[in-house]
């Protein structure tokens, strides 16, 4: 799928600040720090659209972008930042929480994990929760130029083995790197697929 256009289309706190148009949504979570507004940019072509920072806890806010005219990206805060204070990570944790149960037009959540390491229980418990509430995601692996082909390879498989002791089936899985532009084509691809099916 070709990106003929985005734009910054909003960012909200609150379910009724979000866009007033609605239209198929399609939203990146993870811990914070693994790449999630990176990835937005890459897939836009626009290093600029999302804010990105080497200091986790960058992205506050949920932040909509309007794709093609047609459907949004949607740049979501970060689980489990610990240097948050309480009060700020419950903040965050609510706005993340709202989000989700509350987007009838979120197609599909891609939730991020950085290549180089396991999966940990905060995102264990994130995934549980999607799992509870129906919530259809997929995997990225965010920062696949920072290892090694095999050693990816075996993290991967030990993550599989992890999910495998409660999840039936697996989810999707998809690798990236914003630096080497890496799964862009897959990721839009996979976007693409499930927009055909509305
Ligand atoms: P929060 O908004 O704080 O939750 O973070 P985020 O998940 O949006 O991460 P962000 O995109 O801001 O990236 C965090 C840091 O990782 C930045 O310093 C990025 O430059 C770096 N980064 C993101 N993606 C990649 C990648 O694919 N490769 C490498 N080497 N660095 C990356
Ligand atoms: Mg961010």
């Known amino acids: 799928m070709k990106i003929t256009s985005a734009t910054f289309a909003g960012s909200s706190t609150k379910a009724e600040q979000r866009p007033a148009r609605r239209l198929p949504e399609f939203a990146f979570i993870g811990r914070s720090n693994v790449g999630k507004s990176s990835l937005i940019n890459m897939l836009c072509n626009n290093a600029r659209l999302a804010m990105t920072s080497s200091t986790p806890g960058k992205t506050k806010v949920v932040n909509h972008f309007l794709i093609n005219d047609n459907w949004y990206l949607v740049d979501l805060p970060g689980y489990g930042y610990a240097k948050l204070d309480r009060k700020g990570r419950d903040e965050l944790r609510r706005l993340i929480d709202e989000y989700i149960c509350d987007s009838q037009d979120l197609m599909n959540l891609f939730v991020l994990i950085d290549s180089r390491h396991d999966i940990t229980k905060i995102d264990l418990d994130f995934i549980h929760q999607l799992g509870e509430r129906g919530i259809p995601f997929s995997i990225i692996y965010t920062k ?55």
């Open 144 to 198: 696949a130029d920072k290892v090694g082909v095999n050693v990816l390879k075996a993290t991967m498989e030990r993550n599989c083995r992890t999910l495998e002791e409660e999840w039936e089936e697996l989810p999707d899985m998809l690798v990236s790197s914003s630096q080497d532009r890496k799964g862009r084509e897959e990721i839009l691809a996979y976007i693409e697929k499930i927009l055909k099916t509305i």
